[in-house]
């Protein structure tokens, strides 16, 4: 995108949001880098160069513009449909692994060299894995600096910087201004807007590219909560979070342009990654727009879409996670489901201490229930077999579930455990994976929507119709599960 010039310069001259972290403006007169839909007067066309990432902007010396404040923007859509080198790198990146692992640790993941992996990302990003890293690592200082009342000292340290110097350089030169003139000006900002904030508790704006439908999404995460991990409180979905340096608890509630998150962390360390995690849970980083146009293409799913446009995919924090509940919830009704998987946080759960609501445990790690003793699962004996294989399988490492995951590689590993049929190996592509194009044809729901708008029903048919809606099956699906009453499809009262 960010190398067609001509249509570039139409999207800065029109604000058009839909490119907010697609691409980015730099400005050659002012060295000032903005997103599409900055609210200044755009410059003049020769003035204006453009780039793939904010980190390939700082490369080049330039930085953030203060009114649209471009780090902000919701990530490249791009990212999500990919599955090559590049796009496995990006979400690992943007999962931590760097400033954990460091670039060898990356690399290790993807199974090339460092070498390949700076080369393939300076080409296609202008900035390395490092300098992904630094921008990324910019973004959640000035986080910690606006949202809370820790010291500077240490938010160098929880933002990933090596030393306070380097965060004080960052800073100064990602944003103009020293750390503590951003303090100054959030909390003359938050004063006159939003009063005093909450001891302990992070609260930030998530953005989306408009629009989106928060019925499926929130719903669907409402009505598949499992006691205890997930609840739906005041208007918004809450859960606990398993996280590197310790745990943390979540409360997102959808607004008018944007997702209104409340963090609690254990160890602010652990910020970036909570985030990456519950923008992919909410699947933000969609084009709907892009997505929405090519499934009107089918005359009888445009109706569907243009009843209730912008539908995501509802996804998980931990791939791992929902490949055990995906198991639990084989050929149950979704109150068993809910059932089964509580039975297991109660006994193998590491509990937790939510002051604000309801949540006692973080789910189980794949290592806590790999030796538990078959007969204390209320389940039918082939379905304890399926879920002792796969976590003793995502417990020794042989079944890799995450960022880093090949789509095509980890379908093939899941088909050959037993009690894995296409049904759960899509479901868990879709959800855990977050493949675009995953599509569930034998799903219930799925035939049922198919056969009520004169779509084939037979698996086999409807796949060859589906055709036309590629890449995108995985948002036909939400669109053919939403004709139904079932309250995956609602906001909770």
Known sequence: MHTDTERCVRAVRSKDARFDGVFFTAVLTTRIYCRPSCPVVPPKAENMVFHPSAASCQRAGFRACKRCRPDTSPGSPEWNVRADAVARAMRLIQDGIVDREGVPGLAARLGYSTRQIERQLLAELGAGPLALARAQR????????ETTPMPMAEIAFAAGFSSIRTFNDTVREVFALA???????????????????????????????SPLNPSNLFGHLAATAVPGVEEWRDGAYRRTLTLPHGHGIVSLAPRSGHIAC???????????LAISRCRWMLDLDADPVAVDEQLRTDPLLAPLVERAPGRRVPRTVDAAEFAVRAVLGQQVSTAAARTHAARLVAAHGVPVEDPEGGLTHLFPTPEAPAGLDP????????????????VEALADGSLGLGPASDWDEARARLLALPGFGPWTTEVIAMRALGDPDAFLPGDLGVRRAAEGLGLPSTPAALTARAARWRPWRAYAVQYLWATDSHPINHLPA
């Open 375 to 390: 007969e204390s699962l209320a389940l039918p004996r082939s379905r304890r077999t399926t879920l002792l294989t796969l």
């Open 262 to 272: 409340r963090l609690s962390l254990t160890d602010p360390r652990d910020l970036t």
């Open 179 to 209: 750390p503590g003139e951003l303090r100054t000006r959030a909390t003359r900002s938050r004063t006159a807007a939003r009063g005093p904030r909450t001891p302990g508790v992070i609260a930030l704006r998530l953005p989306y590219r």
């Open 138 to 145: 910019a973004q959640t200082a000035r986080l910690l600096i």
